[in-house]
């Protein structure tokens, strides 16, 4: 059974588009055409909805919804950066838009940058702040407390 193949190469912009083919065989030939859209593979889309499921006093657990990927393989990063400092505090890549950020300062504020990124570049930032909660205190300071004792008279109290 002859086979036939399609390649292309060095294409240029205006090479891209919707690519119809048609099949023939002893049978017949095929009357609905088969549709290949070509696209250029380009930087991914930002990251949308990003989201504080879950914070402690050390720790931040954020999800996001990932967009176009630009039609290569995607990974994303995170970046934390202490409120008003230039300083990293932390990067992380995954293969998912889902991040666990563990050992965190209590009661710190975090500035967040969120990027999709592939072989042909980063998307637009996405930026989002966080605050992880205070620590707990030990309440053992000393208990100031007044007490008013009223008499009772024992013709109050029935057995």
Known sequence: MPE???????????????????GRNEIGAQTEPCLFNLIPAGKPDPLSNCTILNQTFDMLQIE?????????PQVFQIELYVIGSRQQMTSIK??????DLKGLEPGVGYDIIL????????SDPTY????TLKNPEKQTGKCVCVFTF??????????
């Not at 390649?7 to 090479?15: F, L, P």
């Open 64 to 72: 996001c919804l990932e967009g176009y990927d630009g039609g290569l």
């Open 128 to 131: 989002l702040q966080a605050f």
């Open 150 to 159: 009223v008499p009772i008279k024992k013709s109050t109290f029935h057995h």
């Open 115 to 122: 990027t999709a990124k592939n072989s042909k570049g980063s």
């Open 4 to 22: 036939d193949n399609l390649s292309a190469r060095r294409m240029t912009i205006s090479d891209y588009g919707t690519l119809l083919c048609w």
């Open 94 to 99: 995954s293969t998912s838009p889902s991040f």
